[in-house]
């Protein structure tokens, strides 16, 4: 059964599934539209051309879905899209899309976004990642499935972090960070690989290796960026769990940490 508190503002037009709950003080936007099972605490905003999906949880104070921090924003009807089973702690920010970009911020399923952490314009989170405390990425991001943000990261504007990576605890990271990687420092640099992390998530030794060996190719034999990616797509013959990392480096981006 649906709930809504007393003192809870849901406006006229907003849509919301079974077994909802909105908590005191919460403000729920006419454009919004949110999913069974999700609670949205008290003194939470959800806003925008929102879709919240299920069984999320929203804690006290967090903002979902209001306009872009983008002085190129004009009024465009841009969107949130949020998937399933997502955790956003108190002071929590999300932003909506610029009609510059993709014209919509997407956050996919089982995320966790720790208190005060922020998810800019445009960006794209995938699934299963961890914000740690004060965590931030900037307009356009994209960050893959897995990652774990430290507490007060920062990812630069347009930069690119993939699947599996680790970015320490204060890193700001300028630069794309590969999949499997780990990045420390300001600007961050790569410190090896994420292999405690792969361990957990049940990767077999034979990928771990593969993963360290491709590690080594990238940044440890002195082989050029284009010499580099043609040993590892060679690798990835014999080694799949090599292919999200070819894929990631054969896109441009911001150039990858080094």
């Known amino acids: 059964m649906t709930t809504i508190h007393p003192t809870a503002l849901v406006e006229p037009g907003a849509e919301l599934g079974r077994d909802v709950s909105v908590g005191a ?30 069984r999320n949880r929203v804690f006290q104070f967090a903002s ?4 872009a921090q983008d002085r190129k924003y004009g009024g465009e009807p841009t969107t949130t899209t949020i998937g399933d089973d ?6 929590v920010t999300v932003n909506a899309g610029t009609a510059q970009d993709r014209g919509d911020t997407r956050i996919g399923d089982g995320n966790w976004f720790l208190a005060y952490t922020h998810v800019a314009h445009d960006c794209v989170v995938g699934n299963h990642t961890t914000f740690s405390n004060n965590a931030q990425i900037a307009g356009h991001v994209h960050i893959g499935d897995w990652v774990v943000m430290g507490a007060y990261a920062g990812v ?6 993939g699947a599996h990576a680790m970015v320490a605890a204060g890193a700001i990271v300028l630069q794309d ?12 640099t790569p410190h090896g690989t994420n ?4 361990k957990r998530r049940g990767f077999s030794p034979a990928d771990i290796l593969a993963v360290r ?7 440890r034999q002195g082989l050029a960026l284009d010499d580099a990616r043609a040993a590892i797509a060679e690798a990835a013959r014999d080694a799949p769990v090599l292919a999200p990392l070819v894929d990631f480096l054969a896109v441009p981006g911001r150039g990858i940490v080094r």
């Open 25 to 54: 003080f919460s403000v729920v936007g006419p454009h919004v539209r949110i999913g069974d099972g999700t609670v949205i605490g008290p003194h939470a905003v959800v806003t925008g051309r929102t879709t919240v999906g299920a």
């Open 195 to 198: 292999s405690e992390g792969l």
């Open 177 to 188: 960070v590969p999949p499997y990687t780990t990045v420390q420092g300001y600007p961050a």
């Open 156 to 161: 630069h504007q347009f930069g690119r972090v």
């Open 64 to 67: 979902l879905g209001e306009i």
């Open 86 to 91: 997502n955790v956003f702690r108190e002071f």
């Open 213 to 219: 060996r491709a590690y080594k190719m990238l940044y």
